[in-house]
């Protein structure tokens, strides 16, 4: 069983950066697609970005221009630059990956999951 592992979050003002990173347990795993979420509170887990192994990403709308995603292939890590941060991105954050390619995309119910971190807190002040 793969696990993956997160590392990056904590508190920072509004207008702040943060990097969220995550790697697997089992450092020969290779996904083929690759995400994060944010749960923030009494909302539902939704996906704010997505990877896949075409080099292909995808944003929620609210996160576009200020969030990045990217992935390191020779520390099999993958990344979630977060710039000009906001309240609202306020949650815990998870990383996830899959080996499956079709539907890596925000779309709401199509990225596959196989795989989850622990999640890591992200919490933005006004």
């Known amino acids: 069983q793969v696990q993956l592992v997160e590392s990056g979050g904590g508190s920072v003002q509004a207008g702040g950066s943060l990097r969220l990173s995550c790697a697997p347990s089992?450092?020969?795993?290779?996904?083929?697609?690759m995400g994060w979420f944010i749960q923030a509170p009494v909302k539902e887990r939704e996906a704010v970005a997505a990877?896949?192994?075409?080099?292909?990403?995808s944003y929620a709308d609210s996160v576009k221009v200020r969030f990045t995603i990217s992935y390191d292939n020779n520390k099999n890590t993958l990344y979630l630059q977060m710039s000009g941060l906001k309240p609202e991105d306020t949650g815990t954050y998870y990383c996830?990956?899959?080996?499956?390619?079709?539907?890596?995309?925000?779309?709401?119910?199509?990225?596959?999951?196989?795989?989850w971190g622990q999640g890591t807190q992200v919490t933005v002040s006004s």
């Open positions: 996830a990956a899959d080996s499956d390619l079709p539907g890596c995309t925000v779309v709401p119910g199509t990225m596959p999951a196989a795989y």
């Open positions: 089992d450092h020969t795993y290779r996904s083929y697609c």
């Open positions: 990877l896949d192994s075409d080099g292909r990403t």
